[in-house]
């Protein structure tokens, strides 16, 4: 029974790392895409991962202010 128990947990924890990985990867690409730029009120462009867009220079995250 605690080898069973034993497969289950490696099979979900193998799971959970797929998901992390595919994850991981989406962001990256989403954050090397320039034509993914979401216009807001303010009338600033954002790229998907809401660095402001000016030009080519990255200005600071919009939502951390790092």
Not at 34 to 55: K, S, T
Request: proline letters at 3%; glycine letters at 6%.
């Amino acid at each position: 029974m605690s080898n069973y128990l034993t497969n289950v947990k490696a099979l979900i924890f193998i799971c959970f790392g797929i998901l992390l990985l595919s994850y991981n990867s989406t962001i990256k690409e989403l954050s090397q895409s320039p034509n993914l730029v979401v216009m807001y009120a303010d009338d600033q462009r954002y790229d998907a991962l809401g660095i402001q867009q000016v030009g080519s220079i990255k200005t600071p995250n919009r939502f951390t202010g790092s």
